[in-house]
């Protein structure tokens, strides 16, 4: 799934406030009064550069795809389909991982905290794996397409939970209230579904 580039600020500005609101990190305002600024960039940084990975694949995905027409055509699959595979065979050899999985989260978390270990005015008070973990839920927490599913349960949870924003407890609350809404959003795609053919 391709996000935009305002999606990934979004997305890096979330994962801040989780970090921050973790109590795994201190910032220190004093010696760097533009500190959170500094480590949301880094952190759009490096989903930014991953997304450009992706990028690089798919064109070249394309090109191998187009310079082998002939077989793409015998082949009886649609050009988009033969482009996914291609594309999915090439991540595999370079190491590149795709998709939405947590896997994928894991490996941006690891380079988030690379990028943010250089920031001066940060104080760590965790050992790496936790802080890197706490990174990566962030990531696979709000790592969706539809931005408007993630603004809403937003809005619910800070009405209904009574928590701090993007604290443990608020985190939870969210995942919870999330699957909720999901699920709805399926039972009403399903009954949409069904019910022009029982109409029929």
């Not at 550069?49 to 070249?60: I, M, V």
């Not at 709000?142 to 809005?155: G, L, P, T």
């Amino acid at each position: 799934m391709k996000l935009s580039s305002e999606q990934l600020e979004r997305l890096a500005e979330r994962v801040f406030k989780v970090l921050k609101c973790s109590g795994h990190i201190e910032l220190d305002y004093d010696t760097e009064e533009r500190i959170e600024e500094k480590v949301i960039e880094q952190i759009t940084n490096v989903l930014e550069d991953d997304s450009r990975t992706e990028d690089r694949l798919s064109r070249e995905a394309e090109r191998l795809v187009q310079q082998q027409s002939q077989i793409a055509k015998s082949s009886g699959k649609s050009y988009e389909n033969l482009v996914d595979e291609v594309k999915i065979r090439l991540a595999k050899s370079k190491r590149v991982i795709l998709g939405d999985d947590p896997e994928r989260a894991d490996s941006l978390a690891e380079k988030v905290l690379k990028a943010i270990w250089k920031i001066d005015s940060i104080d760590f008070y965790s050992e790496d794996m936790k802080v890197q973990n706490c990174i990566a839920r962030a990531i696979h927490r709000f790592r969706i397409e539809d931005d408007r599913i993630i603004e809403a349960v937003e809005k619910i949870v800070n009405k209904k939970s009574g928590e701090e924003p993007y604290s443990h407890a608020w985190c939870i609350a969210y995942d919870k209230c999330y699957n909720e809404v999901r699920q709805r959003i399926a039972a009403n795609q399903k009954s949409s579904d069904e019910s022009p053919s029982m109409g029929g």
